[in-house]
């Protein structure tokens, strides 16, 4: 039986999570809101740390207004898990926050994670075009 090298390992997202109000607040205000069937999110760069490499990481948010809190635990645990399994589409340099709404309880896992993977290939592509943008500013000598 041949299996990959990593099978048996699980991939984390250790570090990689928003927990600071000031990350949240930051990204909420150098980002645009955009919307898909389940959920909206946002994306926006991090900002520059001198000498550290820019890793993605990803803010969950789950306000009351999903329900109780064991329903907003298991929307959370289940959007963890299909962040998990598709880390590798995290656009690195990025932070990425998903507001879930209430349909996303009772939604189909699998429904749920191609959602997942579709938001992050467009937020790959839209971290695509501000790194091209941001590239051109510097050329051109504007800040």
């Known amino acids: 039986m041949n299996l ?7 991939q984390t997202l ?11 607040q930051r990204a909420y205000a150098a980002a645009r809101k955009r919307q ?8 926006a760069a991090q900002p520059q740390a001198v000498g550290a490499a820019a890793a993605s990481r990803f803010g969950l948010t789950a306000g009351k207004v999903l329900g ?6 298991r929307i959370k645990r289940r959007m963890r898990e299909a962040l998990r399994r598709h880390a590798d589409l995290l ?15 009772t939604l189909e896992f699998a429904k749920l994670e191609a959602e997942i993977v579709r938001i992050l290939e467009e937020a790959n592509t839209e971290a695509g ?15």
């Open 4 to 10: 990959p090298e990593n099978a048996g390992r699980r």
């Open 14 to 24: 250790k570090g990689a999570r928003l927990r600071k109000h000031s990350d949240f």
């Open 36 to 43: 898909s069937a389940s959920m909206s999110w946002f994306l």
């Open 68 to 73: 109780k809190a064991h329903e907003r635990n």
């Open 91 to 105: 656009p690195r340099g990025f932070d990425l926050i998903l507001h879930p709404r209430r349909a996303v309880l």
């Open 129 to 143: 075009r501000g790194a091209v943008r941001a590239e051109e500013k510097r050329l051109a000598g504007r800040p």
